[in-house]
T-cell receptor
Framework: DGGITQSPKYLFRKEGQNVTLSCEQN?????MYWYRQDPGQGLRLIYY???????QKGDIAEGYSVSREKKESFPLTVTSAQKNPTAFYLC????????????FGSGTRLTVV | GEDVEQSLFLSVREGDSSVINCTYT??????LYWYKQEPGAGLQLLTY?????DMKQDQRLTVLLNKKDKHLSLRIADTQTGDSAIYFC?????????FGAGTTVTVRA
């Protein structure tokens, strides 16, 4: 079955460390997205990529970085410059706009200790 | 991104209908989606409506769109305990989705 996989499900990071969240999809989708979810604030777009080797900043890109070297993979690095990184991170992919919307992964909960 | 507003909480009795409302700001939104999120999980697509439609029915779900007022609603008929979750309205604009804060629906017996 095709799907989108995020790992790990839970991640703990010490202050000052960079950490990378994995997102892999086997849906042959062109576009991939990273969202951050905080309680009471819904989802906010961090970065998105509509094609391999190209990506754009979303609304809250500061302190984050991404790469898109393969169609299947869109890893997100939370750098030490991100002042408040504790959150639930969701990755999504889409073939195109339209009837199927986005497919979401099950999320990674990052906690800074 | 686009501004999307939803009420935060809704409590409904089992068997009654639930209505979740959403307002958005970008009149160029083409597709408007409803997603459901259960605790600790990702988002599941429930249904969608295209911007040139007023209404769409899909089993227990009815979506109404008032494009003039930029108002979207989701009605769940015969609400069940399994419908307890957070519901997100997500209009699409320029190939990107914007999300409201979500409406937490609690179904009581």
């Amino acid at each position: 079955d095709g799907g989108i996989t995020q790992s790990p499900k839970y991640l703990f990071r010490k202050e000052g460390q960079n950490v990378t969240l994995s997102c892999e999809q086997n849906l042959n989708h062109d576009a991939m997205y990273w969202y951050r979810q905080d309680p009471g604030q819904g989802l906010r777009l961090i970065y998105y990529s509509q094609i391999v080797n190209d990506f754009q900043k979303g609304d809250i890109a500061e302190g984050y970085s991404v790469s898109r070297e393969k169609k299947e993979s869109f890893p997100l690095t939370v750098t030490s410059a991100q002042k408040n990184p504790t959150a639930f991170y969701l990755c999504a992919s889409s073939l195109d706009r339209g009837t199927k919307g986005y497919t979401f992964g099950s999320g990674t909960r990052l906690t800074v200790v | 991104g686009e501004d999307v507003e939803q009420s935060l909480f809704l409590s409904v009795r089992e068997g009654d209908s639930s209505v979740i409302n959403c307002t958005y700001t970008d009149s160029s939104s083409t597709y408007l989606y409803w997603y459901k999120q259960e605790p600790g999980a990702g988002l599941q697509l429930l249904t969608y409506i295209f911007s040139n439609m007023d209404m769409k029915q899909d089993q227990r779900l009815t979506v109404l769109l008032n494009k003039k007022d930029k108002h979207l609603s989701l009605r769940i008929a015969d609400t069940q305990t399994g419908d307890s979750a957070i519901y997100f309205c997500a209009p699409e604009s320029d190939y990107k989705l914007s999300f409201g804060a979500g409406t937490t629906v609690t179904v009581r017996a």
